[in-house]
């Protein structure tokens, strides 16, 4: 089989309902955002950003995988896919994608302040606090404080040299959803061999090299002419 990598963002979740990452005038649902996705944000108010990852995993458990999603799990008749995303909900697992590396974290696990390997998936019996919604007071078996297993702005992300890796690989690689000036992620693109057939799908494309093939759709309508092009 053939490698298909996928690089999604947050316009493939936005057609679920999930608010993308970062709203007009510097706000993520009327919280600027460096107060609630900054390391500095966390240190300087920390029960802030627990209540702020509270609301967003109450939102996410209001919405469902859409047909982009469930579309490139179909894709997997025909090629070993490995998606690659900025989204930090868990959409691609719930439409059964069967791999999935999230650069940026994942909102639905937390972990260790003190062991950053220590990582739990939300709700877990493991912690004080057993339901969605955690809090500076949450601990965990071993009584350290937890906080959301999310990158935040000012800090390293961890998994990106898995992900150039991945596209390093790709016989095709695709983007959704996420526009090709927001870096490091917009820079797996060219990690992506020169051989490989490349696609991108986002409704106002721009910034796009030569070589790429557009599809100007939304995340649900590209995906759908995606796999008519790849599997006729």
Same mark, same amino acid.
């Given at each position: 089989?053939?490698?298909? @990598? $996928? ?11 999930? *608010? ?6 510097? /706000?993520?649902?009327? +919280?600027? #955002? ?10 300087? &108010? ?9 609301? =967003? ?8 995988? &859409? ?12 090629? &070993?896919? &490995?998606?690659?995303?900025? %989204? ?5 697992? =719930? ?7 999230? /650069? ?5 696990? #937390? ?7 220590? $990582?739990?998936? /939300? ?31 000012? !800090?390293? @992300?961890?998994?990106? !040299? ?11 690689? $695709? ?6 000036? @927001? +870096?490091?992620?917009?820079? /797996?693109?060219? +990690? ?14 721009? %910034?796009?090299?030569? +070589? $790429? ?7 649900? !309508? ?8 790849? *599997?006729?």
């Amino acid at each position: 089989m053939k490698n298909l @990598v $996928v690089s999604s963002g947050a316009g493939i979740s936005a057609e679920s309902g999930i *608010t993308t990452f970062r709203d007009a005038g510097g /706000l993520w649902e009327n +919280y600027p #955002v460096m107060d609630v996705a900054s390391h500095t944000g966390f240190l300087r &108010n920390p029960a802030l950003i627990h209540k702020f990852y509270n609301e =967003r995993r109450a939102q996410l458990a209001e919405v469902q995988p &859409n047909a982009a999603h469930t579309g490139l799990v179909e894709l997997e008749k025909y090629f &070993n896919v &490995n998606v690659i995303t900025q %989204n930090v909900d868990d959409l691609h697992e =719930r439409a059964g994608s069967s791999s999935v590396l999230h /650069l940026h974290g994942e909102l639905m696990k #937390v972990r260790s302040l003190t062991h950053e390997e220590r $990582v739990y998936t /939300l709700p877990c019996d493991k912690l004080t606090d057993k339901g969605l919604e955690t809090s500076v007071d949450t601990r965990d078996p071993y009584g350290d404080a937890v906080r959301p297993h999310i990158v935040f702005f000012e !800090e390293a @992300v961890p998994n990106f !040299e898995r992900a150039c890796m991945l596209a390093q690989k790709a016989d095709i690689f $695709v983007v959704i959803g996420t526009s090709l000036v @927001v +870096y490091p992620a917009a820079s /797996l693109l060219h +990690y992506a061999p020169r051989t490989a057939e490349i696609y991108y799908i986002d409704p106002k494309p721009s %910034n796009v090299p030569d +070589y $790429v093939h557009v599809i100007p759709k939304t995340a649900t !309508e590209g995906v759908k002419e995606l796999i008519e092009i790849l *599997t006729k």
